[in-house]
């Protein structure tokens, strides 16, 4: 089956918002009550042999340290925290389009929102990001 196909059916699936908004892009919208206070908005999007996954974690301010963030993803497997020059935080994620299954996206789709909430959290408490906190192997459904 062809990854947009296992995509399309796996999100179509997921409870709350979804909107597929191209031939090989779609977008999820996570409920503030999951995703630390207000909606995440997930990206996911195939192009060039990937599969790619991103969130919009936190806006800028004096508050984040981006370098923490930068040392956060030492210990994550499969998503990464990156930082705008503008200091807003988003969390990434790519898979080769030949690995995908519905296994793996709710894997990956579950670390991403994982990564997102935790910096957020982590940031609401005003503690600096555990480094041991966003490689748990949570699904989507871990999270919901």
């Known amino acids: 089956m062809p990854a947009t196909d296992t995509v399309d059916r796996f999100v179509g699936g997921l409870p709350g918002e979804t909107r597929r908004l191209a031939p090989a892009e779609w977008g999820i919208t996570v409920a503030a009550e999951l995703a630390a206070g207000w909606p995440l908005d997930v990206g996911v999007r195939i192009d060039e042999g990937l599969l790619r996954v ?4 936190l806006s800028a301010d004096e508050a984040i340290n981006p370098w923490n963030f930068l040392h956060w993803n030492r210990g994550t ?6 930082c705008t020059r503008a200091g807003d935080i988003w969390v990434h994620a790519d898979l080769p389009v030949t690995a995908v299954d519905e296994l793996t996206l709710d894997r990956l789709l579950g670390l991403v929102v994982e990564g997102a909430v935790l910096a957020r959290t982590t940031m609401q408490g005003g ?18």
Not at 54 to 57: I, T
Not at 77 to 82: E, S, T
Not at 127 to 144: F, H, I, R, V
């Open 54 to 57: 991103q969130a919009f974690a």
């Open 77 to 82: 497997r499969y998503i990464r925290f990156a």
């Open 127 to 144: 503690t600096e990001p555990d480094a041991g906190g966003a490689d748990a192997a949570g699904g989507w459904g871990q999270l919901s």
